[in-house]
């Protein structure tokens, strides 16, 4: 399945996506796709019936009568945390600078820099170097604490959704502290258009990526050269913290990013951000003024 959510900012409703041009209204079924949702075993219910609305032919289509679309929200609900995993592709790595780790670097962002896949990301005040990183995240199904193996993480993945991980490079390498300082302005993390469940995905380990800016490609990679995959990160959070279902996990972007350029490049007020991941949908956002 892929779960969706749409209308205006802080009303969105879930649906499921049935293919281009339609979809699924579930919003009578579940308020929304947040945490509740996943801890009750959301999941197990809505594919019953979905199918059954797809039978009857209880599909709606995304553009109305009038041609107008609704905006797309985020996937989820706004989660209890967003954990990022740093430098995550060798390649990337060494574009930063920076050795491959030997373990997952973990940094956090607030949960309150989730925004809809074509929402604007407003660049912050006193920015200077604003950078974008197209990465795969995953969303957390059910509680999860000390689990055994990373092969017992399969369990705990609800599904896995385009993020962009927009980061201030200044804020964050050049004003001390941790990475969270660059990584937390509002609108600062982009998702969707849609989560799509596991059984939808082939080889999590396979996904071409890519991001474009102003129509030039800046980023181009796969999955396949992360140094952690998801289940191994999954497995390894759970030692140190406890993953709430809805939980949203960065797992870390390939190179091409603004820092990595010769010389360094980044966004400016109009820059247009397009990317995307093979099977989990495109996203298109405009960098607008501080406030």
Not at 84 to 97: K, Q, R, T
Not at 116 to 124: E, I, L, S, T
Not at 142 to 170: C, F, M, W
Request: aromatic share 6%; with cysteine; hydrophobic share 35%.
């Amino acid at each position: 399945m892929k779960l969706m959510r749409l209308g205006p900012a802080g009303s969105e409703r879930p649906v499921v996506r049935v293919d281009d041009d339609h979809f699924v209204d579930v919003s009578d079924i579940t308020p929304d796709f947040d945490e509740r949702f996943f801890r009750d075993g959301g999941m197990r219910e809505l594919e019953s019936v979905v199918a059954e609305r797809i039978a009857a032919g209880r599909v709606h289509p995304f553009i109305g009568s009038d041609g107008s679309r609704e905006r797309v929200g985020a996937p989820i609900g706004r989660p209890h945390q967003i954990l990022c995993i740093g430098l995550n592709y060798s390649d990337h790595a060494a574009e930063s600078g920076m050795p491959v780790p030997d373990e997952p670097i973990l940094f956090t962002k607030s949960p309150n820099t989730l925004v809809g896949p074509d929402d604007d990301v407003r660049m912050p005040r006193g920015s200077t170097k604003l950078d974008w990183e197209v990465e795969l995240g995953v969303v957390i199904g059910k509680r999860t604490s000390y689990l055994d193996s990373p092969e017992q993480a399969r369990d705990h993945i609800a599904g896995y959704v385009v993020v962009n991980d927009v980061s201030e490079r200044a804020f964050q390498i050049e004003r001390s502290g941790q990475w969270s300082k660059g990584k937390s302005a509002e609108t600062f993390n982009p998702a969707g258009p849609w989560l799509v469940t596991p059984d939808e995905v082939p080889d999590v380990m396979d996904l071409g990526m890519w991001l474009d800016v102003n129509r030039q490609r800046r980023q181009t990679g796969s999955t396949a050269t992360m140094v952690f995959d998801p289940l191994v990160i999954v497995h390894y959070l759970s030692q140190f913290l406890v993953l709430e279902p809805g939980d949203l996990i960065n797992t870390g972007t390939p190179p091409g990013v603004g820092l990595g350029m010769t010389p360094p490049t980044y966004l400016q007020i109009g820059d247009v951000m397009e990317l995307g991941i093979d099977g989990l949908g495109t996203q298109r956002q405009t960098v607008i003024a501080p406030r």
